[in-house]
Nanobody
């Protein structure tokens, strides 16, 4: 049994900042890539940022320079620091983890999603 639990969402004014966290727990042998997707109202789910086990990162062009992804391997946790937020960043944010369980099963697990609303 593996769970990803997100925290840190909410309402923020344009130009503000928020930090999302996503902690993985359960029967985990190793975690490979972790990252964040988002789905805005009436939009398809899009990749926001990824980070691999070595710390290499990738970002969507729309968030590059404003968002920073990081991870704490000791805590099985991935973070998303979001600065200079814009109304178009409004979406439900989902974290994921590509991991191998103690039984050797490799799969992508997802968090429950957290709402970010950027509005004045």
């Amino acid at each position: 049994q593996v769970q990803l639990v997100e925290s840190g969402g909410g309402l923020v004014q344009p130009g503000g900042s928020l930090r999302l966290s996503c902690a993985a727990s359960g029967s985990i042998r190793s975690i490979h890539a972790m990252g964040w997707y988002r789905q805005g109202p009436g939009k398809q789910r899009e990749l926001v940022a990824t980070i691999n086990s070595g710390g290499s990162t990738n970002y969507a062009g729309s968030v590059k320079g404003r968002f920073t992804i990081s991870r704490d391997n000791a805590k099985n946790t991935v973070y998303l620091q979001m600065n200079s937020l814009k109304p178009e960043d409004t979406a439900v944010y989902f974290c994921y983890a590509d991991l191998t369980t103690m039984t050797g099963y490799a799969y992508r697990y997802w968090g429950q999603g957290t709402q970010i609303t950027v509005s004045s």
